[in-house]
């Protein structure tokens, strides 16, 4: 968000601070501690999963090891991490798709046609941001063995794409308020229904909104670990993160080939990262910030 | 549906549907499921048993609940020590436009971005493990005393824990500070560098006043988190040695998936939603939420 606007509010803000040629040396010093303390991990992180399993107590705290080996991913291709990423993939797409658009067809109703329902059912969506998933995962492990979607991917994403719906409509609530009024009035003389209104007006305009909610409901769903750890038990179906938590134990003292692991269920986040730093950090705190 | 004003109601019904129905049936109908669920005794497989507040007073004079309990008062508390004075700091140091600050900045976020298993498994299996990488550092400097079993030793894995969540959501309220901070007006402080206010100063006579409301969402956000912090201590203790990191949501999974006792492990859910509900409505009344609503009233 504020990232967003960095170049001009720079130029705005920007004191006339003369004579300052280097960085201020505490803040200089405190953010490379920080540095060291936010990204070593990551980098160890790294460096392990290229040692050998032999070489690994004895690496260096800093250095990757002279030889690579590349052995570490390719044991943990071989245990099937190829289908756990599918697995994740799969309910992270069909959870996000829906919890998109059921949101964004309640959020047109509460920003555009109002009504008591609508704001009532806002009210009620806003008291949901205040359930902690944990306090409902019970009934809900009760609920999807009732209906015999236990052990399935399927079973995953119901929940999902419930606790996924209070944020994503707060958030497309307030961009579509924001839109103006005339545009609607302009299209309310052409005779549209709401249904075009939607489709033609709100829709394309929404789109920042809907590029927000889809990456931090995609992060949230990719990430979580408590709906595959409660709701599956077969192996088979196990999605990245319940599969990196079986890892540790099956993988025992072999720490390079769980940081291998590791590394390979982040890559695609972080890859995502390097093209959409703004819009990912964006959507992170989109239902909080300002 | 082109008629207008007039079928509002029943359109906006219409849309507002599909949300509710996967709202209602998975997330609000099982939190009152959870209500009545703590009133059975039940092991989710035989038949329950209606033994009124049987669960609830073996919830206040269980000493492991109480134990539990207290482990979360202990975190939330830790989490709010740490958190907040690094994440301010932090975000404040951000809110600079230098370009190497940005550059620190993108470094600072990764954590964001993983898993809380991922991060769990970082920690306790390459950091804090034994001759993880935290050890074999303080043994290369010469402190070899200071080397500990981090997570094995009962009184060490409760700081432990609480050190790598901070890790784990920083980043997140220093992103929050961030926006805060810029959006300090900068009259501000050339007022007060014109008045002669040094760095310090200026900190703390214009910064961080401007930050209270930044302060407030972020201590309830960090408040409220707390209770939910699972999946990282899961992972790297599973709740031990012993009870020494059995947090309440950990303790609720424990009593109602392991030990099979559904109906407890519903009280102790009820405990977290209640006091989650509650912490949150007073981030509704403080915070731009509750502006945000009333708005929406007044449309």
């Given at each position: 968000?504020?990232?967003?606007?960095?170049?001009?509010?720079?130029?705005?803000a920007?004191?006339?601070r003369?004579?300052?040629?280097?960085?201020n040396?505490?803040?200089?010093?405190?953010?490379?501690?920080?540095?060291?303390?936010?990204?070593?991990?990551?980098?160890?992180?790294?460096?392990?999963?290229?040692?050998?399993?032999?070489?690994?107590?004895?690496?260096?705290?800093?250095?990757?090891?002279?030889?690579?080996?590349?052995e570490?991913?390719?044991g943990?291709?071989?245990?099937?991490?190829?289908?756990?990423?599918?697995?994740?993939?799969?309910?992270?797409?069909?959870?996000?798709?829906?919890?998109?658009?059921?949101?964004?067809?309640?959020?047109?109703?509460?920003?555009?046609?109002?009504?008591?329902?609508?704001?009532?059912?806002?009210?009620?969506?806003?008291?949901?941001?205040?359930?902690?998933?944990?306090?409902?995962?019970i009934?809900?492990?009760?609920?999807?063995?009732?209906?015999?979607l236990?052990?399935?991917?399927?079973?995953?994403?119901?929940?999902?794409?419930?606790?996924?719906?209070?944020?994503?409509?707060?958030?497309?609530?307030?961009?579509?308020?924001?839109?103006?009024?005339?545009?609607y009035d302009?299209?309310?003389?052409?005779?549209?229904?709401?249904?075009?209104?939607m489709w033609?007006?709100?829709?394309?305009?929404?789109?920042?909104?809907?590029?927000?909610?889809?990456?931090y409901?995609?992060?949230?769903?990719?990430?979580?670990?408590?709906?595959?750890?409660?709701l599956?038990?077969?192996?088979n179906?196990?999605?990245?993160?319940?599969?990196?938590?079986?890892f540790?134990?099956?993988?025992?003292?072999?720490?390079?080939?769980?940081?291998?692991?590791?590394?390979?269920?982040?890559?695609?986040?972080?890859?995502?990262?390097?093209?959409?730093?703004r819009?990912?950090?964006?959507g992170?705190?989109?239902?909080?910030?300002? | 549906?082109?008629?207008?004003?007039?079928?509002?109601?029943?359109?906006s019904?219409?849309?507002?549907?599909?949300?509710?129905?996967?709202?209602?049936?998975?997330?609000?109908?099982p939190?009152?499921?959870?209500?009545?669920i703590?009133?059975?005794?039940w092991?989710?497989?035989?038949?329950?048993?209606?033994?009124?507040?049987?669960?609830?007073?073996?919830t206040?004079?269980?000493?492991?609940?109480?134990?539990?309990?207290?482990?979360?008062?202990?975190?939330?508390?830790?989490s709010?020590l740490?958190?907040t004075?690094i994440?301010?700091?932090?975000?404040?140091?951000?809110?600079?436009?230098?370009?190497?600050?940005?550059?620190?900045?993108?470094?600072?976020?990764?954590?964001?971005?993983?898993?809380?298993?991922?991060?769990?498994?970082?920690?306790?299996?390459?950091?804090?493990?034994?001759?993880?990488?935290?050890n074999?550092?303080?043994?290369?400097?010469?402190?070899?005393?200071?080397?500990?079993?981090?997570?094995g030793?009962?009184?060490l894995?409760?700081?432990?824990v609480?050190?790598?969540?901070?890790?784990?959501?920083?980043?997140?309220h220093?992103?929050?500070?961030?926006?805060?901070?810029?959006?300090?007006p900068?009259?501000?402080y050339?007022?007060?560098?014109i008045?002669?206010?040094?760095?310090?100063?200026?900190?703390?006579?214009?910064?961080?006043?401007q930050?209270?409301?930044?302060?407030?969402?972020?201590t309830?956000?960090?408040?409220?988190?707390?209770l939910?912090?699972?999946?990282v201590?899961?992972?790297?203790t599973?709740?031990?040695?012993?009870?020494?990191t059995?947090?309440?949501?950990?303790?609720?999974?424990?009593?109602?998936?392991?030990?099979?006792?559904?109906?407890?492990?519903?009280?102790?859910?009820?405990?977290?939603?209640?006091?989650?509900?509650?912490?949150?409505?007073f981030?509704?009344?403080?915070?731009?939420?509750?502006?945000?609503?009333s708005?929406?009233?007044g449309?």
């Amino acid at each position: 968000m504020a990232a967003g606007r960095a170049p001009s509010a720079a130029g705005a803000a920007k004191p006339p601070r003369a004579g300052r040629m280097l960085p201020n040396p505490i803040p200089l010093l405190l953010g490379l501690v920080w540095f060291v303390i936010a990204f070593y991990p990551v980098y160890y992180m790294f460096i392990t999963s290229l040692r050998t399993q032999a070489g690994f107590l004895g690496g260096s705290l800093w250095l990757p090891p002279q030889n690579p080996t590349l052995e570490n991913y390719a044991g943990v291709i071989e245990d099937g991490i190829g289908l756990y990423f599918l697995n994740s993939a799969f309910v992270t797409v069909i959870s996000v798709a829906l919890i998109v658009a059921v949101s964004f067809l309640a959020a047109y109703a509460i920003a555009r046609i109002r009504g008591r329902v609508a704001q009532a059912t806002f009210r009620v969506f806003l008291l949901g941001l205040a359930i902690p998933l944990q306090a409902a995962i019970i009934p809900i492990y009760v609920l999807i063995v009732r209906i015999g979607l236990y052990d399935t991917l399927y079973g995953l994403i119901p929940p999902q794409v419930a606790f996924g719906i209070p944020l994503t409509v707060l958030i497309l609530v307030n961009f579509i308020r924001d839109i103006p009024n005339e545009l609607y009035d302009s299209m309310v003389l052409d005779g549209s229904g709401h249904l075009r209104m939607m489709w033609n007006l709100v829709l394309p305009l929404s789109r920042p909104a809907i590029i927000t909610v889809v990456i931090y409901n995609a992060l949230q769903v990719w990430n979580n670990f408590l709906f595959p750890l409660i709701l599956t038990q077969s192996s088979n179906i196990r999605t990245l993160p319940l599969a990196l938590q079986q890892f540790q134990g099956q993988y025992g003292v072999n720490v390079p080939g769980l940081m291998a692991a590791v590394f390979l269920s982040v890559l695609p986040v972080m890859m995502l990262y390097l093209v959409a730093r703004r819009q990912l950090l964006g959507g992170l705190t989109a239902g909080f910030g300002k | 549906m082109s008629s207008g004003r007039s079928s509002g109601w029943a359109t906006s019904s219409v849309l507002l549907l599909p949300a509710v129905a996967f709202f209602v049936a998975f997330a609000l109908g099982p939190m009152a499921a959870a209500v009545y669920i703590s009133f059975l005794d039940w092991d989710g497989v035989s038949a329950p048993r209606w033994i009124g507040l049987g669960n609830w007073v073996r919830t206040f004079t269980d000493s492991v609940t109480l134990h539990s309990l207290f482990l979360t008062v202990q975190v939330m508390v830790l989490s709010w020590l740490i958190q907040t004075p690094i994440s301010l700091l932090l975000g404040v140091f951000l809110a600079g436009y230098q370009r190497y600050r940005a550059l620190l900045g993108a470094f600072y976020f990764l954590p964001l971005l993983f898993s809380a298993v991922a991060i769990g498994l970082i920690w306790s299996s390459s950091m804090l493990s034994a001759e993880g990488a935290l050890n074999t550092f303080l043994r290369a400097v010469g402190l070899d005393f200071m080397a500990q079993d981090w997570l094995g030793d009962p009184d060490l894995a409760l700081y432990a824990v609480v050190a790598v969540i901070a890790w784990q959501f920083i980043p997140f309220h220093t992103l929050l500070y961030q926006a805060g901070a810029r959006q300090i007006p900068q009259v501000l402080y050339e007022a007060a560098r014109i008045d002669g206010a040094g760095k310090v100063q200026q900190f703390f006579y214009i910064t961080l006043p401007q930050l209270k409301y930044t302060v407030v969402t972020s201590t309830v956000l960090i408040l409220t988190g707390s209770l939910t912090y699972f999946d990282v201590i899961y992972v790297m203790t599973g709740g031990g040695p012993g009870f020494a990191t059995r947090v309440l949501p950990l303790h609720m999974y424990i009593t109602a998936f392991q030990n099979a006792e559904i109906g407890y492990g519903s009280a102790i859910a009820v405990i977290l939603a209640v006091a989650g509900i509650a912490l949150s409505l007073f981030l509704l009344r403080v915070t731009g939420f509750g502006r945000m609503e009333s708005q929406a009233e007044g449309l």
